[in-house]
């Protein structure tokens, strides 16, 4: 599977911005390039245009980071220098640490990249870094850091093109989804095409991320902040939980297309990756109160890897989205899964 | 709060029906009754027909039994003698044997049966069961058998009506809903508001179900189940879940009607009883893979409980639906917690 032509085209866009001030001495890359592979669901190659953030110490080793499906490249700095959504762990003395490292990352293809293909596969996303990581002269990454639909991007790419990579970290991610996971995106995306078809798509996309939003937090955090009581406002009884669920739906409606959102929930449910095609060392991360990404299925893509494999359990009241809130504990993980990055190059 | 006067009419429809060949000297009475009682959301005391099903040994202690909300008071035979709800576990001879016992159950009320009260709580739910007690000349109920709403309404009925019973099983159900919990039925409330607004009524009212579904139904059980990939039909991938999904969503909407289901949802989240106030010796059967009703809220309660209380912890795969599912199991248990029934008449 990783023997289809990569074939690379630089597209001018591709620029080296100025360094900020407080980081004179790093490079960022903010660029696009045009890529062509054969997507899963696809009969023939097609041109992609990757768009990527590529950004560290020049000439130290890459580290592709990648996260969930609603996050982009902004790892460690957005646009307008506004926040990267993972900079707690990435940055200048940082766990994964910008002064030795090089960190490359792309926004998620969507269908409507990949020509006529009606799905995107984990698959895709791999062979979309593979060709950038060739068309960018790295060779070989030195890890591939993938959180949630990146961890299973992080598979696919160590399953597919092993000779791009030296070694995976993944958090709350398998290979495979689980079946109630499953159910309950399959019913977010069913919300949402039935309000793309009855003309409410906005406040069907907002239903269904609040249905996501209980899928990602832990049970007893919710319990922890929604023990108060219903309030009656404008006819009916408003609780507590379901204003926190509304202001979250509203604000991913303002982000989020419909279009893009349902591609890359169904991506998820698509995923499956053998683990014993996967022989790179490989650092599991899991945290018990997950339910999207139980801990069970962790440890079963741990026994099952090729490779070595470590399976480090952290405790957390945050679910699933404890690979966003938990960088305290996360980051000497991290250091230690990488700890090889210093020097190395 | 027990202290309002419970007005009860007679009406004509109470009927003793015939009973079937194999249960020869069996009551069944299968009848309405008007009761009077202020609800808790109302201003008045409203008139209220009580639809209830009051079956087994003639003059023999009785016992309440309660379901889920989409339960009815078919418990132990249903309408034209189909299969009740819960005849496993309550028969002649079965764990609640209806040979030294009857059981009486009702339908559950609507808003629309309160006149102008837009909400319906476990304490009016209760407060008709003890009128109606008090118009069929029982007295005082042996046991109140509540399930999940019903254990909620169970609950409701020792604090406000302690007169009026001996003892408490409940099974995966709480003094208040988990917030979580909440969570998922306001989203599943707000998708059915949305296909009413928008003409699409069934549709969102079984997507509410497969969301429900979701909830009540173990992790493992979904593993176990639906661990085969996708198929791709009609030009888009469907998963196993889903048509499991699909088929359980299109089943509720032939049988329950959108009000009944958000006036219902809201009342489990309305639910607040205080344990305190409950002074009746209790049986707690909660199951370790309900996610819908935390064990940890049974152990509280258990804790919080001003008699005497026992938790019942039953092993099984089945989530919230252990009560129906686990009748093996949960025979013993049942038949432990009553028995002193056996003779008592």
Redesign the interface.
């Known amino acids: 599977m990783s023997a289809e032509p990569l074939i690379v085209i630089s597209l001018p866009e591709a620029v080296v911005s100025p360094a900020p001030r407080s980081a004179a001495d790093l490079t960022e890359q903010r660029g696009t390039r045009r890529v062509s592979f054969t997507p899963k669901y696809g009969s023939d190659a097609v041109q992609v245009d990757v768009h990527y953030l590529w950004c560290g110490a020049p000439h130290a080793p890459t580290i592709i980071v990648q996260g969930g499906i609603s996050a982009d490249r902004d790892v460690c700095i957005g646009r307008e220098r506004g926040a990267g959504w993972w900079q707690e762990l990435v940055g200048r003395g940082a766990a994964i640490d910008l002064d030795h490292c090089r960190v490359l990352s792309i926004d998620w293809l969507v269908p409507a990249d990949l020509g006529e293909a009606?799905?995107v596969s984990s698959e895709d996303q791999a062979a979309a870094l593979a060709a950038l990581v060739d068309e960018l002269g790295i060779g070989r990454v030195h890890a591939f850091v993938g959180s949630s639909y990146g961890a299973m991007t992080g598979l696919a790419f160590a399953a597919n093109h092993p000779e791009k990579l030296k070694s995976l970290i993944l958090l709350a991610g398998a290979h495979r989804p689980?079946?109630?996971s499953?159910?309950?995106r399959?019913?977010q995306r069913?919300?949402v095409r039935?309000?793309v078809?009855?003309?409410?798509t906005d406040?069907?996309l907002a239903?269904a991320r609040?249905?996501a939003?209980?899928t990602y937090r832990g049970?007893e955090e919710?319990?922890r902040?929604?023990?108060a009581?219903?309030e009656l406002r404008d006819?009916?009884?408003h609780?507590?939980?379901?204003d926190y669920?509304e202001h979250a739906g509203r604000r991913f409606v303002e982000r989020f297309e419909a279009e893009r959102f349902l591609a890359l929930s169904?991506s998820i449910?698509?995923h499956?990756v053998s683990p014993e095609r996967v022989s790179a060392p490989t650092t599991l991360v899991g945290f018990p109160s997950d339910?999207l990404v139980?801990l069970a299925d962790l440890c079963e893509l741990q026994r099952r890897l090729a490779g070595t494999a470590t399976l480090e359990v952290v405790e957390s009241p945050y679910g699933h989205d404890a690979f966003l809130k938990e960088t305290v504990q996360l980051a000497p993980v991290l250091r230690h899964a990488l700890n090889d990055c210093r020097g190395d190059h």
């Open positions: 009606e799905s689980h079946p109630l499953t159910a309950q399959s019913i069913s919300i039935l309000g078809e009855s003309g409410r406040e069907a239903l609040q249905l939003m209980t049970s919710f319990s902040r929604f023990a009581g219903p006819g009916r009884f609780f507590p939980v379901e669920l169904e449910d698509l499956d339910r139980p």
